[in-house]
Nanobody, 124 residues
Framework: QVQLVESGGGLVQAGGSLRLSCAAS????????MGWFRQAPGKEREFVAA????????VYSNSVKGRFTVSRDDAKNTVHLQMNNLKPEDTAVYYC?????????????????WGQGTQVTVAS
C-alpha cells in the first residue's frame, strides 16, 4: 500500500510562490496518474491538478490554470505542484493523491490513497 506525504506548504504573501512536493513510499506510483486537491475551511474538497502516468497529459481547474504547474519525477517517486501568483483564495489544505489508473481524472473517485495534507496560507 502506498503512503503519500506532502511538504512545502506555508505562509506566503499574495503574488508569491510555493512549491509543494509529494513523496510516495511503500509502493511505486509509476504507471499511475497523480493528482492534487485542496480544501478550504467550510468548503468542500476541490480538484486542483492532475498528471498522467507518463507526464504527457495534465489538467487543471479553471481557478489555477496558468498559475500552477504539476510535474512528476518517477525516479524519485515524487510529484510537485509549483504554485505562482498565489491569491488569498488559494488558502487551503492541499492533498496529494494516487490515481486509480494511468489517465488523468478530475473527481475524487478517480483517485485512491490520499496524503495527510499540507497547509497553504496566502496573506493579502
Amino acid at each position: 500500500q502506498v503512503q503519500l506525504v506532502e511538504s512545502g506548504g506555508g505562509l506566503v504573501q499574495a503574488g508569491g510562490s510555493l512549491r509543494l512536493s509529494c513523496a510516495a513510499s511503500g509502493r511505486t506510483f509509476i504507471g499511475y496518474a497523480m493528482g492534487w486537491f485542496r480544501q478550504a475551511p467550510g468548503k468542500e474538497r476541490e480538484f486542483v491538478a492532475a498528471i498522467s502516468w507518463n507526464g504527457r497529459n495534465t489538467v487543471y481547474s479553471n481557478s489555477v490554470k496558468g498559475r500552477f504547474t504539476v510535474s512528476r519525477d518517477d525516479a524519485k517517486n515524487t510529484v510537485h505542484l509549483q504554485m505562482n501568483n498565489l491569491k488569498p483564495e488559494d488558502t487551503a489544505v492541499y492533498y496529494c493523491t494516487l490515481g486509480r489508473g494511468p489517465s488523468v481524472a478530475t473527481t475524487g473517485d478517480g483517485f485512491t490513497a490520499w496524503g495527510q495534507g499540507t497547509q497553504v496560507t496566502v496573506a493579502s
